[in-house]
């Protein structure tokens, strides 16, 4: 192990912006890693320093709004961004810097770090990072070395943006807390395992990542440096980007991308560009008008990064439209330079409608409690509201007369009902005009519900299969099915829609092989004997690949239980043989891995031992056997090695005998999670026959005597166009 500087960052995230300032005491060589996280799509994000520690996103953390751009949020349970471990990122000197936003206090949860933190700062622990003091909204900046612990702290709060910065020289410790030193002393150091990742919005632990921060991180710095405080003033007012060549695009908009403009007109501002003079203004309310610069969405050109609108004399000057979506382009300018105009992102703004929006329960909810008080966010210039509640949708949808209401919160006069569909309405009155409100819907528990897949759900298999919970007293359920939302919505028995009636016990239906990338609805009515009660209509969207395996349906269960779906029962390995190294899934619950995944909660662990043998595991297809439906032409999965694993080749064989290698004949030691990409053709086997898929180490039927042993992780094998 090296000895090293080491930070431990807790629960915060942060985001950065650029203005182009000097960084002079920044040498480039000292740029370790930049991380912007403003992708705001995919599963990686770059590393903007051009030292090619790009971080791949594990779990699936969220793209949100940050301090500057876009942001990463982590949801607090196995969601981080895994940046590698190249030698290039161990050094005895350092500074982090980056914005955070912590969503609540939390225990000991790591923002950013390089090793596992241990109760009681344990001596001999291997740890660098930030971190959340546990429950506190606190900061906490700590070392380990191999003889003691060392921490400092900075207060903090909850759900607002803050910049954070630590820096180590190898005795010295400082943090910082928005641009003010909040803590400083000396006397630190720690022993690091250069094996451990560069983790964002985890703990990096051997192989994994644990202690998973709950908030957002934005504009990550890694500098082999100490950052002065000049330096942490320029970076946390003008961004990250200025050490990477600058930031040309406008960005932080206002109103913010995508949120509300609460009035009629209003001024439009924006961060510039680190090069522009002026400013070229877009505004329309068409997105593909604006996106191509159609001329009658020109506004003008700018000195000053301020638009006014809706007033006489300026765009709009009847003043913005409730209810209407307005976009918004700026192109940054500067004749002088050749690159000039810059193009900018497209960002858009609503006036909230006149109407009610945003019901509390949301549309569509499922096991209301009896209790629930109704609310909503009320309508543009809106003073009073009526609410209508029934379980008849014509009814509802047809009152009249009701009693106006001062707040934007409704409480009924007694307990919903059980196992009830209700549905509900807000009228808006603005003097002297009432503005009808849309008709919303709810259930209360014991109506039929918990729908698989879920309400809303994308992503699904084409070949999925429709469940639901019956109501509790009904004696059947009526189904209806189907790719128009209203053609559902109002079917009848005698519609084309309707599936048919469902026993008790048999509340599932497999609707055949759907379309990809396809928006289906479905309906389920509950039979009583003496009546019939019109289910809510829920949607599903298909994914756009054919799923081979995500690992996701495989549990713990053991034989000779049916229900029983063991991963290695179905990816049959090794196991009781001298002939195959492979040994696929956890010896003891739970048998797939869940710290170490890629997309969902579960991925295949797969341990190889090639001394004198190649290691093999197969999975026998049910569906997907024809690997030309749909037009597929594309095998992706996702693979993750290990620095420490024996060096070998991975590859992939289709019923036994097609075989394709991965590109870099040490695949084992990739770090981080990699996507590989086959071209089917690549296989040169019958494609409308593939019966079985196997994932191999080694040389296929060629052992090596000498072969090695390590771990390694599959996840998301699908078939795409």
Not at 306 to 318: D, L, S
Not at 336 to 347: I, L, R, T
Request: hydrophobic share 40%; with cysteine; charged share 20%.
């Amino acid at each position: 192990m090296t000895r090293l500087s080491i930070i431990c960052i807790g629960s915060i995230a942060i985001g950065l912006a650029f203005a182009g300032q000097s960084y002079a005491q920044i040498d480039a060589e000292d740029v370790l890693g930049i991380w912007l996280l403003d992708e705001g799509t995919g599963d990686t994000t770059e590393d903007a320093s051009g030292n090619g520690n790009d971080g791949t996103l594990m779990g699936a953390p969220d793209w949100v709004a940050g301090n500057s751009g876009e942001a990463l949020g982590f949801r607090g349970a196995a969601t981080y961004v895994d940046c590698g471990n190249a030698e290039a990122l161990n050094v005895e000197v350092f500074s982090v810097s980056f914005w955070c936003n912590i969503a609540a206090t939390q225990g000991w949860n790591h923002m950013i770090s390089r090793g596992s933190h241990v109760a009681s700062g344990t001596p001999g622990s291997v740890n660098w990072g930030v971190m959340m003091v546990n429950t506190e909204a606190i900061v906490l900046f700590e070392t380990f070395n191999d003889t003691g612990w060392t921490g400092i702290r900075a207060t903090s709060t909850v759900g607002e943006w803050h910049h954070v910065v630590a820096t180590f020289d190898g005795d010295t410790m400082q943090l910082y807390h928005d641009g003010v030193l909040a803590s400083s002393t000396s006397g630190a150091g720690v022993l690091l395992d250069p094996s451990r990742a560069f983790v964002i919005g985890a703990r990096s632990d051997s192989g994994g990542a644990g202690g998973f921060f709950n908030g957002s991180i934005d504009e990550v710095g890694y500098f082999g440096t100490i950052l002065s405080l000049e330096d942490v003033e320029v970076i946390m007012n003008d961004g990250l980007a200025g050490i990477t060549g600058g930031r040309p695009l406008a960005r932080r908009p206002d109103p913010e991308d995508g949120g509300f403009l609460e009035q009629t007109w209003g001024t439009l501002s924006w961060s510039p560009g680190d090069f522009a003079v002026s400013h070229d203004v877009y505004l329309g309310e068409n997105f593909d008008d604006v996106n191509d610069g159609a001329a009658d969405t020109f506004v003008g050109n700018v000195t000053q990064p301020t638009q006014i609108i809706g007033f006489a004399g300026f765009p709009f000057p009847n003043g913005l439209v409730p209810g209407t979506t307005y976009y918004w382009r700026i192109d940054e300018v500067n004749d002088a330079d050749p690159n000039s105009p810059w193009q900018g992102d497209v960002w858009s703004f609503s006036i909230p409608p006149k109407t009610a929006y945003s019901p509390d329960p949301i549309d569509g909810a499922g096991f209301v409690d009896l209790d629930a008080a109704l609310s909503w966010t009320p309508g543009f210039g809106a003073k009073l509201h009526t609410v209508y509640i029934g379980d008849s949708f014509e009814d509802v949808n047809n009152a009249a007369g009701g009693v106006p209401w001062a707040t934007a919160t409704y409480k009924p006069s007694s307990p919903l009902e059980p196992e009830k569909v209700y549905y509900w309405r807000v009228d808006e009155f603005d003097p002297p005009v009432t503005h009808k409100g849309d008709i919303w819907s709810f259930t209360t528990p014991g109506a039929v519900g918990n729908p698989q897949p879920a309400n809303g759900a994308t992503g699904v298999s084409m070949v999925a299969t429709l469940n639901w919970t019956p109501a509790d007293t009904a004696a059947s359920s009526d189904l209806y099915f189907g790719a128009d939302a209203d053609a559902v919505k109002n079917a009848s028995a005698a519609s084309p829609e309707y599936i048919g009636n469902k026993a008790l016990g048999s509340e599932n239906h497999d609707p055949g092989k759907l379309v990809l990338g396809a928006t289906y609805y479905w309906r389920v009515d509950a039979v009583y004997p003496d009546k019939t009660v019109k289910g809510l209509l829920w949607s599903l969207t298909t994914a756009d690949f054919l799923l081979v395996d995500d690992f996701e349906s495989y549990n713990d269960i053991d034989p000779p239980d049916d229900a029983s779906n063991r991963i290695f029962d179905k990816w049959i390995d090794g196991f009781g043989t001298t002939t195959n190294g492979a040994l696929v899934g956890n010896d003891l619950p739970p048998y797939a891995e869940q710290t170490i995944v890629h997309g969902g909660a579960q991925s295949m662990i797969y341990r190889y031992d090639n001394a004198g043998r190649t290691s093999e595991a197969t999975l026998t297809l049910v569906w997907p056997r024809d690997w030309t439906q749909e037009g597929v032409t594309k095998l992706r999965l996702w693979v993750r090695g290990d620095g420490a694993n024996a060096a070998d080749r991975v590859y992939i064989s289709l019923n036994g005998t097609a075989v394709v290698y991965h590109d870099d004949a040490s695949a084992t030691q990739l770090s981080g999670w990699n996507e590989w990409v086959i071209d089917l053709a690549a296989f040169d086997v019958d494609l409308t026959n593939v019966n079985t898929i196997t994932i191999g180490v080694g040389t296929k039927n060629a052992p090596a005597p000498g072969g090695g042993a390590g771990t390694m992780y599959f996840d998301d094998i699908r078939l795409y166009r």
